[in-house]
């Protein structure tokens, strides 16, 4: 069994003159998210073996806050593929994923993940705020296997379900 985990990037900072969409980043509430979604997963026990995040600059960065709160020690891909990407993109990011790990992480956009996570586990509407994380575990031995249907949605945790003492950052 492979254990995927898609990660919507933090909330994006729209006060900034970003000249591209690709461009704009994380704000400080996307920042705080990030973080916390990152430290949950290694309490959690769930940090990921790889991660693989849409070169976007608030999805690289919500990727590198996480990784940092949570003391990830995984290797960090970074892919303009997951960008703007429709679910069967992503899901070739999946299945070019090396067996060696068990549990991967993608960071990207919506509508992408919610697309894919609904495909994988046979159906349904998922909705995915900013920083949300979805686990889906796929039975499935090699990732190039990953296909439509083959998944169990375990879990769907967005940030909002943490008050801001449960987890304490600077910003």
């Known amino acids: 069994m492979k254990t995927l985990i898609l990660f919507r990037h933090g909330k994006s900072d729209w006060s900034t003159e970003a000249d591209r969409d ?17 430290r949950l997963l290694e309490l959690a026990g769930q940090a990921p073996d790889s991660a693989v995040t849409s070169s976007a ?8 806050l996480a990784v940092e709160a949570g003391s990830w020690a995984c290797p960090v891909r970074v892919t303009r593929a997951l960008y703007e990407a429709t679910p069967f993109a992503v899901l070739e990011e999946v299945r070019a994923e090396p067996d060696a790990t068990e549990r991967l992480l993608l ?35 090699r990732w ?3 296909a ?3 998944g169990v949605l375990v ?4 940030p909002k379900l943490f008050t801001e003492g449960d987890f304490d950052f600077a910003d």
């Not at 879990?155 to 967005?158: C, G, I, K, S, T």
């Open 57 to 64: 600059v608030r999805a690289r960065t919500t990727v590198e």
């Open 22 to 38: 690709h461009d704009r980043n994380v704000s400080k509430r996307g920042r705080k998210a990030a973080r916390t979604m990152g």
């Open 144 to 146: 190039k296997d990953a």
């Open 107 to 141: 960071a990207g956009h919506e509508p992408s993940l919610s697309e894919l996570a609904s495909l994988l586990v046979g159906g349904g509407a998922l909705r995915f705020p900013t920083a949300c994380m979805a686990r889906i575990d796929l039975a499935i031995e």
């Open 155 to 158: 879990w769907l945790v967005p």
């Open 148 to 150: 439509y249907g083959k």
